[in-house]
């Protein structure tokens, strides 16, 4: 793990990218129940953990031993095979992009990525060497049942204008709704989460809930009750936001089973940042790289120690106006949580002019949740408001990742890692 030092960026660096993606000494207990005297803004997990109180209870996950006891009270109602490959790619570095139990190019990318580290043909294709390989975690079950957290009811949700002079008028370019919030939490998106949740309640409830068995006990408070009673409350509308959203806090509902979210206590100086990784469901412990290797035809960012693969990731990089600067960068510095200056005339490459803007942070912010600074003038690594856009849309030269991955990265890199970006 490393905690880097935050390093002020320039608010003229992140104006290279467009706007719309062109086209946060006790005993140690294993449930959610003992929460840390300070608050640190939402609901922890524990005092030794602070990420949220959703967090991934992976200490009941024995690697190769039988799924935990608390997954067994509300089973699901289906085998999701590829959705339990892309969760422990995603645990493991080799980010699926959005969890959708769908083979796409992301999955395909993460799995050659998750091959290529271990000496495996590389096919993108979930073989029966590939299974094999990743058997060692097939006790992580595809998905697990969550509490949504009371203060999720008093959180602000924001419209979002279309209009850039709106945009600066906001305070913070924060979530939309608590549905969009839940879904970049989990790595997903709202629809997945309705297909796993029917008529709003888990996939499995209903069964759970006819069957006398399976009743177990010291449950996390993040997962299901022995004897689930949660109702849901659809078409909730947001404070602040005219949004309407299908779930609504304090509900069970059932999501993909992210892990590696574990935020070690002491481990982030930035508050704001602290929050920012629990609401994206990213912990602390990432691996120290010390060479990124961006490519364009690939849409991956691949992170290497030494010579050995530990991280892939898809991404949008460059446009055929704002093509890729090919060729070996240095990173300058990151800015969690910045804002976004929109210049017009950088935007254009000097063809417009007009005036420019200055507009809030926030996970909907054009640059979403962090930027990573490049010796490139104007370039950078940085997250993104669409994320199943990503390897699919263009971006303004820079090289755009889902927010979770993004915020994943900046864990991993500091001003000693090179940057490659290839054809």
Request: hydrophobic share 35%; proline share 7%; charged share 20%.
């Amino acid at each position: 793990m490393r905690n880097l030092l935050f390093v002020a960026v320039s608010s003229l660096a992140l104006a290279a990218c467009g706007m719309n993606g062109a086209e946060d000494e006790t005993e140690t207990d294993t449930t959610a129940q003992t929460q840390p005297s300070e608050d640190y803004g939402y609901e922890t997990y524990d005092e030794n953990n602070l990420a949220d109180s959703m967090a991934s209870n992976d200490d009941a996950y024995g690697m190769g031993d039988s799924v935990a006891a608390e997954d067994e009270a509300i089973p699901d109602s289906e085998e999701r095979p590829v959705m339990q490959a892309q969760v422990v790619l995603d645990r493991i570095g080799f980010g699926p992009g959005v969890i959708d139990g769908k083979m796409g190019m992301s999955t395909e990318n993460a799995l050659n990525g998750f091959q290529q580290a271990n000496d495996l043909e590389v096919t993108g294709k979930l073989d029966e060497a590939t299974k094999t390989a990743l058997s060692d975690w097939d006790s992580i079950p595809a998905t697990r049942v969550v509490t949504i957290p009371a203060s999720w009811s008093d959180a602000q949700y924001v419209d979002i204008p279309e209009d850039t002079a709106a945009k600066a008028e906001l305070e913070r370019m924060g979530y939309k709704s608590l549905d969009e919030r839940l879904a970049e939490r989990f790595h997903t998106t709202v629809e997945v989460l309705k297909q796993l949740n029917p008529n709003g309640r888990p996939a499995g409830m209903e069964a759970a809930s006819a069957s006398p068995s399976g009743s177990p006990s010291g449950k996390p408070s993040g997962t299901a009750s022995a004897s689930p009673t949660s109702t849901p409350t659809p078409d909730k509308e947001q404070p602040g936001s005219s949004s309407i959203s299908y779930f609504t806090a304090g509900q069970q509902i059932r999501v993909p089973n992210i892990g590696a979210d574990r935020i070690e206590k002491g481990s982030i100086e930035d508050r704001g940042w602290q929050q920012t990784l629990a609401s994206l469901g990213v912990g602390t412990d990432q691996p120290e790289v010390d060479r990124i290797v961006v490519s364009k035809a690939g849409k991956t960012l691949k992170a290497y120690q030494g010579d050995k693969l530990v991280a892939l990731f898809t991404v949008s990089s460059g446009s055929s106006e704002f093509p890729l600067p090919l060729g070996e960068w240095d990173i300058v510095g990151e800015a969690y949580n910045p804002p976004y200056s929109y210049d017009p005339a950088v935007l254009s490459g000097g063809k417009e002019e007009g005036k420019e803007y200055t507009l809030p942070p926030g996970p909907n912010s054009p640059v979403g949740v962090v930027w990573i600074d490049l010796s490139k003038e104007h370039y950078g690594i940085h997250g993104t408001p669409d994320p199943e856009t990503i390897g699919r849309a263009q971006s303004s030269g820079c090289v755009r990742l889902t927010n979770w991955d993004a915020a994943r990265l900046a864990g991993m890199v500091s001003q000693s890692t090179q940057v490659i970006f290839e054809a």
